[in-house]
């Protein structure tokens, strides 16, 4: 096995593993908390494809900066 395909499998699992939590803004619900998170979802997956190992990360991030530009914080555990 190449050496990539350790460190991708090792992403892969870690980031099957953690989980983020987020502080909900001022006024928030749960339930704005689950529709803002589906149109990051929505805007995620309209994203061009990436020909590089790295499409899901990309995605991942693209979501969290949606919802950080949203007013929701991640929060530390």
């Given at each position: 096995?190449?050496?990539?395909?350790?460190?991708?499998?090792?992403?892969?699992?870690?980031?099957?593993?953690?989980?983020?939590?987020?502080?909900?803004?001022?006024g928030k619900?749960?339930?704005?908390?689950?529709?803002?998170?589906?149109?990051?979802?929505?805007?995620?997956?309209?994203?061009?494809?990436?020909?590089?190992?790295?499409?899901?990360?990309?995605?991942?991030?693209?979501?969290?900066?949606c919802l950080?530009?949203?007013?929701?914080?991640?929060?530390?555990?």
């Amino acid at each position: 096995m190449r050496p990539w395909g350790i460190v991708l499998i090792a992403l892969s699992l870690t980031g099957c593993m953690t989980q983020t939590y987020f502080n909900l803004p001022p006024g928030k619900t749960n339930e704005d908390f689950q529709r803002t998170l589906a149109k990051c979802r929505a805007q995620s997956a309209m994203l061009p494809p990436d020909p590089s190992l790295m499409g899901t990360a990309i995605m991942q991030q693209y979501i969290l900066n949606c919802l950080r530009a949203e007013g929701y914080t991640v929060q530390k555990r």
